[in-house]
T-cell receptor
Framework: DAGITQSPRHKVTETGTPVTLRCHQTENHRYMYWYRQDPGHGLRLIHYSYGVKDTDKGEVSDGYSVSRSKTEDFLLTLESATSSQTSVYFC?????????????FGSGTQLSVL | DAKTTQPNSMESNEEEPVHLPCNHSTISGTDYIHWYRQLPSQGPEYVIHGLTSNVNNRMASLAIAEDRKSSTLILHRATLRDAAVYYCILRDRSNFGNEKLTFGTGTRLTIIP
């Protein structure tokens, strides 16, 4: 267990409302990632962070923003949720900047936008 | 980034070995080969990784072709708990500062009792 928690686990919201998902880690890892998973697409990277206030875009970043004001929390925000953002969202962490390093994933957040 | 190709699905009988293939013909000399699996309703979990030599751990073995253009994840004695989606990904050790960590669609492994 890498000490990674996602909240909420499930959320239903309406189109046009803002939504924030939280990824919390207890291990002081530097690198954190947000992915979405949809049928037929596998895991796709939304945004990632390589330190406090240091973030960058992934392959499907449109419509999403992130913030990392402290090491332990990486927030994913949908400013105005759309039905196409209905998905399962996973957070991942890794401790060091090497390709040898394992990734640890959270249990996921099921988001439904109606 | 170099891409990987995996079969969409495979089936295997319980308590028999399973060989999950992955093709990565455009792999570079600095790419590590990583395998993850995703059990139903869970996030992916690490299985094994390697660079050039075959690797073994308590979960599985990884056989890497001599030219590194393909690899095979071996589950020596599959159980029902091994039913999952298995992902083969490449990680560039020369570019890990900007690692995008992209996953494909993986192989869905079904274990037949």
């Amino acid at each position: 267990d890498a000490g990674i928690t996602q909240s909420p686990r499930h959320k239903v919201t309406e189109t046009g409302t803002p939504v924030t998902l939280r990824c919390h880690q207890t291990e002081n890892h530097r690198y954190m990632y947000w992915y979405r998973q949809d049928p037929g697409h596998g895991l796709r990277l939304i945004h990632y962070s390589y330190g406090v206030k240091d973030t960058d875009k992934g392959e499907v970043s449109d419509g999403y923003s992130v913030s990392r004001s402290k090491t332990e929390d990486f927030l994913l925000t949908l400013e105005s949720a759309t039905s196409s953002q209905t998905s399962v969202y996973f957070c991942a962490i890794k401790s060091r900047d090497t390709a040898n390093e394992k990734l640890f994933f959270g249990s996921g957040t099921q988001l439904s936008v109606l | 980034d170099a891409k990987t190709t995996q079969p969409n699905s495979m089936e295997s009988n319980e308590e028999e070995p399973v060989h999950l293939p992955c093709n990565h013909s455009t792999i570079s000399g600095t790419d590590y080969i990583h395998w993850y699996r995703q059990l139903p309703s869970q996030g992916p979990e690490y299985v094994i990784h390697g660079l050039t030599s075959n690797v073994n751990n308590r979960m599985a073995s990884l056989a890497i072709a001599e030219d590194r253009k393909s690899s095979t994840l071996i589950l020596h004695r599959a159980t029902l708990r091994d039913a999952a989606v298995y992902y083969c990904i490449l990680r560039d050790r020369s570019n890990f500062g900007n690692e995008k960590l992209t996953f494909g669609t993986g192989t869905r492994l079904t274990i037949i009792p």
